[in-house]
């Protein structure tokens, strides 16, 4: 039977972070991965540049039905201590909008770093490890089945991710861990997700497929200021991502198509300076030619050949209202299949805000996506799975 220090289940961002931070303190350390190759969703994050963190870190950017959970993990591994390690290891990086740092190069920057720090700190990875069976051991630490073989550990690492993506490798493995050992897991849901739409919408997306607008979209008293992407199956882009952490099936959304205008005084204010000029044209070159379109089908068929002038003020106030407070009604999200993150997950209440230990079973942890704390888009994820993973491993 082998004997470790530490068993870290998933070699993900928190998993091989963790790894590396346990291996420092001289802990003798196992990660097992499922996968054929470590780190996945590092390789595939933004688009290959992996949003490594962000500049503007703050306990606002996460949300978790104990919003004060991660407060601790992310004062004490913080973003500056994340870009010195890029920095020690000399990985070009530059900042996009809203503080997001990515590589100049590619994403496989970030996990060499990771993998060269494990491999420093003498971590062993072992991938396409499939753990059949834990049971905890009466005095004290874990036994595992891998492939049939036994290993047998002090402390265990549960950093399997979320459901999120299951092409990667994603599974619930973490959350019937958690179950196993009597935690409580909340209603677990796709974020940072993609709306989909099963009536005129539809329509409209996807005769504008690939059209990106700068807009607010809002919701449940959350709004974002990002970019709206028209897709084959509906709506995306960072603003409608963003904005899927915080819907409910059923609820509308309401889009600003027009953010750095009153549409109403917009409107009013081109039949008197443009009153033989058709409405389309004068929305066009603010909203796309093919998307304005789109809306005169949909909002004022009848006056398409009119000149703005004789348009009536009541229809071009109530146009104006669809341009600043745009109402859908999504039939769903893209689901797990395309999510970037899932919502909820291992109740933070059972789970030290200090070490992320199990508070009922010793020497167990939970780190990264498996908690119920989930970022925002921009690089919040990340660093939540550097600080959550760097706590752990600072006490297994």
């Given amino acids: 039977m082998k004997n470790y220090d530490v068993i870290v289940i998933g070699g993900g961002a928190a998993g091989l972070f963790c790894a590396l931070t346990a291996g420092q303190r001289g802990r003798s350390v196992l990660v097992l991965d499922s996968s054929n190759k470590v780190g996945k969703k590092i390789l595939m994050s933004g688009g290959g540049g992996c949003n490594f963190t962000n500049l503007d870190i703050t306990p606002e950017n996460y949300l978790s039905n104990n919003p004060h959970f991660c407060i601790s993990a992310l ?3 913080n973003q500056w201590q994340f870009i010195d390690l890029v920095e020690h290891h000399q990985i070009p990086y530059h900042e996009k909008s809203h503080g997001e740092l ?3 190069n590619s994403s496989k920057d970030i996990l060499r770093m990771l993998l060269d720090e494990c491999a420093a700190a003498k971590v062993v990875i072992q991938t396409k490890a499939v753990v059949s ?3 905890s051991v009466e005095e004290g630490g874990f036994n595992l089945s891998v492939a049939g073989l ?6 265990l690492v549960v950093a399997s991710g ?4 299951p092409t990667l490798g994603a599974s619930g493995f973490g959350y019937d861990i958690a179950e196993q050992f009597g935690l409580n897991l909340l209603p677990r849901s796709a974020g940072l997700v993609p709306f989909t739409f099963s009536d005129w919408v539809k329509d409209i997306s996807e005769a504008n497929s690939g059209l990106s607008l700068d807009v607010e979209m809002s919701v449940n008293g959350m709004s ?3 970019n709206l992407l028209f897709t084959h199956r509906g709506i995306s882009g960072p603003a409608a991502l963003q904005l899927s952490s915080y819907w409910k099936p059923g609820q509308f959304i309401s889009i600003n198509l027009l953010p750095d205008h009153d549409a109403q005084t917009l409107l009013l204010g081109y039949k008197q ?15 796309s030619k093919g998307f304005t379109q789109s809306l005169q089908a949909r909002y004022w068929p009848q006056y398409s050949e009119t000149p703005i002038a004789e348009i009536p003020n009541t229809v071009l106030v109530s146009l104006a209202n669809h341009l600043s407070n745009w109402q859908l009604k999504p039939s769903g999200t893209e689901g797990y299949r395309t999510a970037e993150v899932t919502l909820c997950g291992v109740d933070t209440d059972y789970i030290s805000s200090k070490t992320m230990e199990c508070k009922s079973q010793s020497g167990l942890y939970f780190v990264g996506e498996v908690l119920d704390v989930t970022g925002h888009l921009g690089g919040y994820n990340f660093q939540w799975a550097w600080a959550s993973g760097y706590a752990a ?3 297994v």
Avoid: A, T, V, W
């Fill in 393 to 395: 491993g600072c006490y």
């Fill in 75 to 77: 004062n004490r591994y």
């Fill in 133 to 135: 069976q834990i049971e």
């Fill in 162 to 165: 979320g459901l999120s993506i």
């Fill in 150 to 155: 036994k290993i047998c550990c002090q402390s």
């Fill in 102 to 104: 990515f590589c100049d």
């Fill in 224 to 226: 974002f200021r990002e």
């Fill in 273 to 287: 300076s443009h009153p033989k000029s058709l409405l389309r044209n004068l929305i066009g070159p603010l909203l």
